[in-house]
């Protein structure tokens, strides 16, 4: 527990299968795909209103790939900016490059992409809302208690009462402070930067391409200039070395003024909006399960934004577990099956945050480095090597490998999925159990791509040319079959909801497919003699 119940006059207990705290980008995405699958959801949050500055403004491709299926990937594109200009400032020389289009071919957004968290937000809000999940605002957690089959949480309400819910899951994506992490007594290891992030809104005077991003690398750390058009045209994000100013106060002006002529452009600040001065943490979370407790985002994880990973890491955390929790709200607690889907989760996300933390981390320390190794790489050897930018950026290979990296599209679940999903007799060996389904095309009624065809919530069994017909497989609302005409050979294919494969057999064994789709939650059933049949979306 972190704190003695208020004594609040109380209301009603009530129920519920999976029950977010904190209405951020993983919070909100994790309750639209749970919701999405058939799980009772609710989300709290402790703020009253959902504005916020946005501190997050890149999207990668894989994470548009995982909403694509929640139907909410045009929406949130349409009000970013993909692929955008940046001119970068090395010393006296300039770099001027697009952040995509990059030789990816595998999928359909091969760029990254300019979004403010809360256009992610308002987006993943109102698609809630069309599923009848509405936020709780003003909704604090203050305590918990965990049981065997669930945790009763008690919840402040913005009228003053207190309200119990019981929940059979609960789910930690309140933040770096996380009250719901602390509640569980997961220990949170890391250490606190000597830096901090700047953040402000401008406007600003002077002749300026909005269409264009400025960044500048220097001595004291890397300054970035964006048209957001949040509660100004601009928004300022740079580096410095922390200040003894409490976080919650404005920066001074002559900081910001100086950080914008840093960045090189022919402006002056007109006016200040909004500022203000982020410290920096290095944390990542002993566990990411406490019995029926989770923890996801910024509550499991937290780093500097080099490379843009928070929101994005946040989002894919959240979208391999709500699949899960879905699943199991079905599932009968304790069974071995259940505990297997269930730390799944931790198995698959954790180590792709400790590999995502070592390299925030270099990243950070080349754009805000302090010491004279740092300094002298942006201040001397950058500048140097600015001539052989253009045929570095020539290199597509090379720019598509750093991309995939970046955005996790070259993860795998291969090395924990053992745990959770049998792979079957082997079959089309570049796929293989824990590998992300690729976006590539295929002839099929379901699409034109592997995407297209798999782009409903649910789990795709994905049958080959000449597989035999599944009969009356599947039963379940959320399992769909599909035939891929382009795929030679009797196998078949299962891809779990979160785009990653999770059973591959030849021939397509309908009794194998049903196994797996039992051991992950959902029900099929089979005829006593099979008959051809095909499901398409």
């Known amino acids: 527990m972190v704190a003695s119940r208020r004594r609040l006059p109380a209301v009603a207990m009530t129920t519920s299968d999976v029950l977010v705290a904190g209405a951020g980008p993983s919070g909100l995405a994790l309750a639209l795909q749970a919701a999405s699958l058939g799980a009772e959801v609710r989300i709290i949050e402790r703020r009253h209103h959902a504005f916020r500055p946005s501190r997050a403004i890149i999207i990668h491709p894989r994470t548009l790939e995982l909403l694509r299926p929640l139907g909410i990937t045009k929406a949130i594109l349409a009000e970013g900016r993909p692929a955008p200009a940046v001119n970068l400032r090395l010393g006296r020389r300039r770099v001027v490059t697009t952040l995509g289009p990059f030789a990816v071919h595998d999928t359909a957004f091969p760029y990254l992409a300019f979004v403010p968290q809360a256009v992610v937000e308002r987006q993943l809000t109102a698609a ?19 049981r065997a089959a669930g945790a009763t949480t008690f919840v402040t309400r913005p009228d003053g009462k207190m309200e119990t819910i019981d929940s059979r899951f609960l789910i930690g994506c309140d933040g770096a402070d996380s009250t719901v992490r602390a509640a569980a007594g997961i220990p949170w290891p890391g250490t606190t930067y000597r830096h901090e992030i700047v953040l402000a ?145 931790e198995v698959e996300r954790r180590a792709v945050a400790r590999r995502m933390l070592a390299t925030t981390r270099l990243l950070f320390w080349l754009e805000a480095g302090t010491d004279p190794v740092a300094r002298f790489v942006r201040s001397t050897l950058a500048p140097m090597l600015a001539p052989l930018a253009p045929f570095v950026l020539g290199r597509d290979r090379l720019i598509a490998t750093a991309v995939r990296s970046l955005s996790q599209l070259g993860i795998s679940y291969r090395t924990g999925v053992g745990r959770l999903l049998p792979s079957g007799t082997p079959d089309l060996p570049s796929l293989r159990p824990g590998d992300r389904l690729p976006d590539v095309a295929v002839k099929s009624d379901g699409g034109r791509t592997l995407h297209e065809v798999t782009a409903r919530p649910g789990v795709h069994v994905l049958l080959a040319r000449s597989a035999p017909p599944l009969g009356s497989l599947p039963s379940d609302p959320w399992a769909h079959v599909h035939r891929i005409l382009s795929w030679p050979g009797a196998g078949a294919v299962g891809v779990r909801p979160d785009g990653h494969v999770g059973h591959r057999s030849r021939p397509a064994d309908a009794w194998a497919i049903a196994d797996w789709l039992r051991s992950i939650g959902l029900a099929p059933t089979l005829d006593p003699a099979p008959t051809p049949r095909t499901h398409h979306p």
């Open 128 to 146: 809630l809302a069309d599923r009848g999940v509405e936020v709780e605002w003003g909704a604090e957690l203050v305590d918990l208690e965990q």
């Open 201 to 345: 809104d401008l406007e600003l005077d002077g002749r300026l391409d909005e269409a264009v991003a400025h960044a500048s690398a220097g001595p004291e750390g890397i300054v970035f200039l964006l048209a957001m058009r949040e509660q100004a045209t601009w928004r300022l994000l740079a580096s410095r070395g922390r200040s003894p100013s409490a976080p919650s106060e404005p920066v001074d002006a002559s900081v910001i003024e100086a950080m914008v002529q840093h960045c090189g452009v022919e402006a002056a600040v007109a006016e200040i909006a909004w500022s203000a001065a982020i410290p920096l943490q290095h944390h990542l979370a002993a566990r990411y399960r406490s019995g029926p407790i989770f923890l996801v985002g910024d509550a499991a994880h937290t780093h500097s934004p080099a490379g843009g990973q928070g929101m994005n890491t946040g989002i894919q955390d959240a979208l391999n577990l709500a699949w899960k929790l879905a699943f199991a709200s079905r599932m009968s607690p304790g069974r071995p099956e259940t505990e297997a889907l269930l730390d799944s989760y």
